[in-house]
Antibody, heavy 120, light 107 residues
Framework: QVQLVESGGGVVQPGRSLRLSCAAS????????MHWVRQAPGKGLEWVAL????????YNVDSVKGRFTISRDDSRNTLYLQMSSLTPEDAAVYYC?????????????WGQGTTVSVSS | DIQMTQSPSTLSASVGDRVTIACRAS??????LAWYQQKPGKAPKLLIY???SLGSGAPSRFSGSGSGTEFTLTISSLQPDDFATYYC?????????FGQGTKVDIK
């Protein structure tokens, strides 16, 4: 079945780095745009970043620009989020999600999330 | 960025009630609006896309309407499985943005 499984979360000190992974299965990964969305404890959803199906285009939200990098490895059916210079405001559950296209397609399948805590 | 505002923030209702949640965009998003359902500790699930199209596996008691800047999610007859938080989201313009959520709880 179609599945996205995130991993790589944990507790990290402010200013440090962390890399999240999202393993895809049950569909042709290379056909899909992939997104990261996060949810701070007790808060709503915040879209973070996307990467196009061919890996050539990326967008991210202003609050992570210059600190977070999204990438994909289609040979491994895996999406990544490299996070650096982490702050307590980055603490959240991070979800990966897929979309059929770059424009005008919603996120139709989500992973279960991985938790990032930022604390000294 | 496009701001999405939902109302109410919390809604208390009983099984069988007709429930309506509103979502307003700060500028026109045409028909590029989705609704998601989220239960505690779980990932969001796509309910409605393109204002009124039902997502895969979403029950037919859910429906959406609206255009431009004003949108509505309706649950025709609330079921026990529907007690959850609902988010609207625009996918017209990056960065994509969500409403703050509406929690539907038991009256």
């Amino acid at each position: 079945q179609v599945q996205l499984v995130e991993s790589g979360g944990g507790v990290v000190q402010p200013g440090r780095s962390l890399r999240l992974s999202c393993a895809a299965s049950g569909f042709t990964f290379s056909d899909y745009v992939m997104h990261w969305v996060r949810q701070a404890p007790g808060k709503g959803l915040e879209w973070v970043a996307l990467i196009s199906s061919d890996g050539k285009n990326e967008y991210n939200v202003d609050s992570v620009k210059g600190r977070f990098t999204i990438s994909r490895d289609d040979s491994r059916n895996t999406l990544y989020l490299q996070m650096s210079s982490l702050t307590p405001e980055d603490a959240a559950v991070y979800y990966c999600a897929r979309a059929r296209g770059y424009w005008y397609y919603p996120m139709d399948v989500w992973g279960q999330g991985t938790t990032v805590s930022v604390s000294s | 960025d496009i701001q999405m505002t939902q109302s109410p923030s919390t809604l208390s209702a009983s099984v069988g009630d007709r429930v309506t949640i509103a979502c307003r965009a700060s500028q026109s998003i045409s028909a590029w609006l989705a609704w998601y359902q989220q239960k505690p500790g779980k990932a969001p699930k796509l309910l409605i896309y393109k204002v009124s199209s039902l997502g895969s596996g979403a029950p037919s008691r859910f429906s959406g309407s609206g255009s431009g800047t004003e949108f509505t999610l309706t649950i025709s007859s609330l079921q026990p499985d529907d007690f959850a938080t609902y988010y609207c989201q625009q996918y017209n313009t990056y960065p994509w943005t969500f409403g703050q959520g509406t929690k539907v709880d038991i009256k």
